[in-house]
């Protein structure tokens, strides 16, 4: 059952023991938009929990594994309220809800393992540099208690934008950067799909993103505390591409990342249209669009009725999309 309204990055586990992935903070009454990650199985694989394996059914995040998994694992439904198809779990079979935020709080108290002793000391840390502890969590394999302590990397949740901001502002003093390699196999698998320019490694994945501690990778995921189970209705009105002025916010580092646009010029598509925000379902992105004063974008031209205003969707399955930086912020220069 559910503990509250779910958060992007809780997790949820089914009748059948399959784990799943909170997307966002927006959900129909009847649904939740999740997709699975792991699924219990009969081999032996680094997860487990009391006894129990599991397999990682989600091996890359990528919008195409995701409609793959659709298909073998999950239910999906076309949601006419996003106007896609979009993995689900229907509240009926939510038999567990787990808080990353409450989990860091027993790890807190009694950590019993050495990667669970690491995020404690990291946790430690931040709140003696003035970050808030009850507003961080862990989520991903930590939270459910089948990570392995050898290999599992920490998967930090940053609540709030207070937080975010205090987060960002000293994390500096307590994170390791990333080993060159490392970095350069991410740039490697993940900036050539999206056709980005290595040079902006700095601007995909700053230190506030991801880092090292005591020789574990740190993902940090900016989670932000409203909630909604209002339906609001989006038409898709096909591919876009315009030239964007931007004024990044919070919302643009939480995910789905949101950001507002200021000045719009159409490239190719609708032309009688002003656009308003650029939302993007590819979390690798967020921190580059945080950093951008104008961009290229080409993506899905998309109505929100509610708003009666027109957005541009990236990281959809639909079309094929870019987002190519003109000017950057200078680092430091931006706020939350």
Known sequence: MLLRDPLDHDILIDREGKVYVVVGNTHPLNYIIAYIKYVPTYKRTPWSKDGIYYERVLKVYDVRELRRNCTEYQECVYDPILGALTPILRVKDVMHHLIPNTRLKAILKRPKDELERKLASLCLELYSLGVSIDDLGVTGSILVGMHNPKMSDIDLVVYGWLNAKKFIEVIKHVAEPLPRTYVERVVEREFSKRGLDPRLKDHVLPICKRFMHKGTVVNVIYVNTETSRTEY????????????????????????????????????????????????????????????????????????ESEDAYRVLIGGAEVSWYVKPLKLITEGAYIL
Do not use: M, W
């Not at 919302?251 to 646009?261: H, L």
């Not at 669009?289 to 109505?303: M, T």
């Open 233 to 304: 209705s989006v038409r898709n009105l096909g591919p876009i591409e315009i030239r964007a002025k931007l004024k990044p916010t919070y919302e643009t580092i939480c995910y789905p990342s949101t950001v507002k646009v200021v000045e719009s010029e159409v490239i190719k598509g609708s032309k009688n249209v002003r656009i308003s925000s650029i939302i993007s379902y590819d979390y690798f992105l967020s921190f580059l669009l945080y950093h951008s004063k104008e961009v290229l974008v080409r993506g899905i031209l998309q109505y929100v």
